[in-house]
């Protein structure tokens, strides 16, 4: 017959894996957003520290759905590779293909379009066919620019490297987000060197989450709490502070 005290271990040990195994359950993962390396979206500051629109967003959320979510920033074109493999549950930007994400709710409008060097005008559409044009590798506009073969493209991983083309007299003008492209002008002084923006159509940010996420079942609180932020104000006012 078995001593009291090895009786005593045994449930001793029993009782501790039970705690454990509950523990582990009440535990949420923490979850992994990613989002490009742009200012005035996600870029690192002088201090080393992330800073911009998406992670105000970001943190917003995680205290409204009491979460925590690691932030990464990284170029384009990495995105939807991150995704795909389902090493980062979620995302906000413009809309992701299909294929890869399960979509959410919006969070704003974004105009897109085409910005020309000071002292080139657009007045309709075919006036860009003359151009040369720094586009982001990765990136979509609409059916008609993406697939138009009369307009030169010279596809770049960032937005910074088609301003500074066109401050140098490389290019003629520069595709995509409109506020973030006049922000980052303003913001590396080469404002003076562009013209006034061709809006070629608006398209929405949006929260999504990788189809390959094994947190899909947080995206109806995240949902609640951007149409939250919404009502009460929230997202206003980091548009304003970020020109988005």
């Known amino acids: 017959m078995p001593s009291l005290s090895k009786i005593y271990r045994h449930l001793l040990g029993a009782l501790l894996t039970v705690f454990a195994v509950h523990s582990a359950a009440d535990t949420p993962d923490k979850l992994s957003f990613i989002t490009i390396d742009v200012a005035p979206w996600a870029s690192i500051n002088e201090a080393g520290k992330m800073e911009g629109a998406f992670i105000e967003l970001v943190n917003e959320i995680s205290q409204r759905i009491n979460r925590d979510i690691n932030i990464t920033i990284t170029p384009f074109a990495r995105v939807d590779r991150e995704l795909e493999i389902g090493s980062h549950d979620c995302t906000i930007l413009v809309p992701r293909p299909d294929t ?27 006036d860009i066919q003359a151009l040369k044009l720094s586009v982001i590798r990765g990136a979509t506009m609409t059916p008609r620019f993406d697939e138009d073969t009369k307009i030169y493209k010279e596809y770049d991983t960032d937005y910074l490297i088609g301003l500074r083309k066109i401050a140098r007299g490389r290019l003629d003008g520069i595709v995509g987000a409109i506020p ?65």
């Open 100 to 126: 890869l994400v399960v979509k959410g709710d919006v969070i704003s409008y974004h105009p897109m379009g085409v910005i020309p060097r000071n002292g080139i005008e657009i007045a309709e559409y075919e």
């Open 180 to 244: 973030t492209l006049l922000y980052l002008a303003e913001q590396e002084g080469l404002d003076g060197q562009l013209g006034k923006p061709f809006p070629l159509t608006e398209i929405p940010l949006l929260f999504q989450c990788s189809k390959n996420s094994p947190n899909l079942d947080i995206m109806p609180q995240v949902n609640k709490a951007i149409a939250d932020m919404k009502k009460e104000g929230v997202v206003k006012q980091i548009q304003s502070r970020y020109y988005f």
